[in-house]
């Protein structure tokens, strides 16, 4: 059975998730959103570097929610405009369109946003008769389904450790990475990343959601950071980082139990491989440490076809919710986490050499 699904925005996930709803067994492309007036009109194949579909893309958003459509993909950028994005999420759902999406983190479990926001969105479910999966930029797997299926090789665990090991100068997200996070800022401007409870909020869906994967109850959440300067210019598309401003970023969001960390993501990120050699290093990865009986350590790495590490991590991202949507098609309605789903696989992906 093929699902049809909408493509809701052409941006840096947007243009992958497009590319594999294009090209994947079990789907059908029946719309794309696009919100910048010069991707109005064009193919879908030519926003994402593929033959034409015959499917144009649109700003009329009553036309796309009248359609007959399974399934929306929602990949609009939700950092400055959470709540706006929450908006659109219960027009799709109430549209009876499941949603699956990157867009809104924090949703990576339900509470973290709040219980009106969780009543808000399962109410609009419930009146359309849809489901919500949303897994975060991530991407989610290697936050969530990777440690937990590691910890069940565990005769015990004390904490268990989620690292991105990544090297950011080719993600082509400008508004993310010079404001939301920003680099080529002066070292005493206070980015929205790390303004005070952001990245408690942030990530602290995820911290929730291997919380209750795992059945243990968190005293708080807690988040520090630190930053570096650049030593050199650096340039990044038609940015210039300069000497002195802010080019390395490592943060922490622990989970506390029992007055000890117990769950921790942390993120290491770089323009420069030479900036702080001695932060933990790799090739572009994710990396989960468990300390335990048997204590266990693993590099998950990846790359787009071009040998791109941040780029395949932005892949990745769109992959894991194009791949989710005939599972959370049929799941009852509802908002759903990576626990309420099944073991998602690429079946009828295989290509031919």
Request: include cysteine.
């Amino acid at each position: 059975m093929a699902y049809d699904v909408i493509q809701w925005s052409t941006g840096n996930v947007g243009a992958f998730a497009l590319r594999c709803i294009v090209n994947h067994p079990e789907l059908r492309l029946a719309g794309v959103v696009a919100h910048g007036a010069s991707k109005v009109g064009k193919d879908a194949g030519e926003l994402c570097g593929l033959p034409a579909t015959g499917i144009k893309a649109t700003n009329d958003i009553d036309a796309i929610l009248a359609s007959s459509a399974d399934c929306v993909c929602y990949t609009a950028t939700a950092d400055v405009r959470p709540f706006d994005a929450v908006e659109d999420v219960c027009r799709i759902l109430e549209a009876g369109k499941n949603v699956v999406s990157s867009s809104i983190v924090p949703l990576v479990h339900p509470l973290t946003l709040g219980p009106e926001i969780k009543a808000q969105i399962t109410a609009a479910c419930e009146k359309g008769g849809a489901s919500f999966f949303t897994s975060g930029i991530d991407p989610g797997f290697a936050n969530d389904v990777l440690p937990l299926t590691l910890s069940g090789l565990c005769e015990r665990w004390e904490e268990i450790r989620i690292l991105e090991v990544i090297n950011y100068a080719t993600y082509d997200q400008p508004e993310v990475l010079f404001e939301t996070m920003g680099f080529g800022k002066a070292m005493d401007h206070v980015p929205l990343l790390l303004a005070p409870g952001m990245l408690s909020m942030g990530w602290g869906g995820t911290i929730r959601l291997l919380a209750d994967g795992l059945g243990v109850e968190l005293d708080e959440i807690s988040q520090e950071f630190e930053r570096l300067p650049a030593t050199k210019e650096i340039r990044i598309g038609d940015h210039v980082v300069e000497p002195g401003t802010m080019a390395a970023l490592r943060f922490e969001v622990r989970g506390v139990v029992g007055g000890k960390s117990a769950l921790v993501v942390e993120h290491v990120t770089r323009l420069d491989d030479d900036l702080a050699p001695d932060w933990p290093t790799g090739n572009g990865s994710y990396r989960v440490l468990i300390k335990g009986v048997p204590a266990m350590q693993c590099e998950f790495e990846f790359q787009d076809e071009h040998g791109d590490h941040a780029v395949g991590g932005v892949l990745l991202t769109a992959t894991r919710i194009v791949n989710a949507i005939p599972a959370v098609v049929a799941a009852p309605p509802g908002m759903l986490t990576s626990l309420d789903l099944p073991l998602i696989t690429g079946k009828g992906l295989r290509a031919e050499s």
